[in-house]
Antibody
Framework: QVQLKESGPGLVAPSQSLSITCTVSGFSLASYGVHWLRQPPGKGLEWLGVIWAGGNTNYNSALMSRLSISKDNSKTQVFLKMNSLQTDDTAMYYC??????????WGQGTTLTVSS | DIVLTQSPGTLSVTPGDRVSLSCRASQSISNYLHWYQQKSHESPRLLIKYASQSMSGIPSRFSGSGSGTDFTLNINSVETEDFGMYFCQQSNSWPLTFGAGTKLELK
């Protein structure tokens, strides 16, 4: 069955960078895009960006200067990197499979706290 | 960016009620509108895509309608497992955006 699972550092200091991995199973990264989204505590959802099956990316313009999404098809992993983190980057970070720009399968999420 | 406005913010209902949740877009988005349910401490789940297409495994009491700027998610006879947050999302243009959500709670 389709599964996605995020793994990340949990706690990052302000101004530092972040790397989160999404490991997928049950589908091929060569056939499906994968999106990254986040949700601050008690708030709504924000789309961050997507890496398509062919390797192209689209980013939320509000965060584009700080974001990078890449993948390793053979390892079935997608990577999110974000730099210059601030306290308002504290959120649950999700990866989700693309269904023509909707999100049909989601990971369980990984919590990120930005704090000194 | 396209802004999605969901109303009401909170809806207090009794099991068995029929409810309608609204999502209004700041500009026309055709039918590029999707609905998600999120229960407490869980990931969102896609219920309806392209305004009215129900996802596999979603109970038939959930239905969606609308096009252009006005969209509705209907729940026919709410069950206790339906309580939680509901978000709409547009895919008409970049960046993909979400509404702030409607909380469906027990009266």
């Amino acid at each position: 069955q389709v599964q996605l699972k995020e793994s990340g550092p949990g706690l990052v200091a302000p101004s530092q960078s972040l790397s989160i991995t999404c490991t997928v199973s049950g589908f091929s990264l060569a056939s499906y895009g994968v999106h990254w989204l986040r949700q601050p505590p008690g708030k709504g959802l924000e789309w961050l960006g997507v890496i398509w099956a062919g390797g192209n990316t689209n980013y939320n313009s509000a965060l584009m200067s700080r974001l990078s999404i890449s993948k390793d098809n053979s390892k079935t992993q997608v990577f999110l990197k974000m730099n210059s983190l601030q306290t308002d980057d504290t959120a649950m970070y999700y990866c989700a499979r693309d269904s023509v720009n909707a999100f049909d399968y989601w990971g369980q999420g990984t919590t990120l706290t930005v704090s000194s | 960016d396209i802004v999605l406005t969901q109303s009401p913010g909170t809806l207090s209902v009794t099991p068995g009620d029929r409810v309608s949740l609204s999502c209004r877009a700041s500009q026309s988005i055709s039918n590029y509108l999707h609905w998600y349910q999120q229960k407490s401490h869980e990931s969102p789940r896609l219920l309806i895509k392209y305004a009215s297409q129900s996802m596999s495994g979603i109970p038939s009491r959930f239905s969606g309608s609308g096009s252009g700027t006005d969209f509705t998610l209907n729940i026919n006879s709410v069950e206790t497992e339906d309580f939680g947050m509901y978000f709409c999302q547009q895919s008409n243009s970049w960046p993909l955006t979400f509404g702030a959500g409607t909380k469906l709670e027990l009266k």
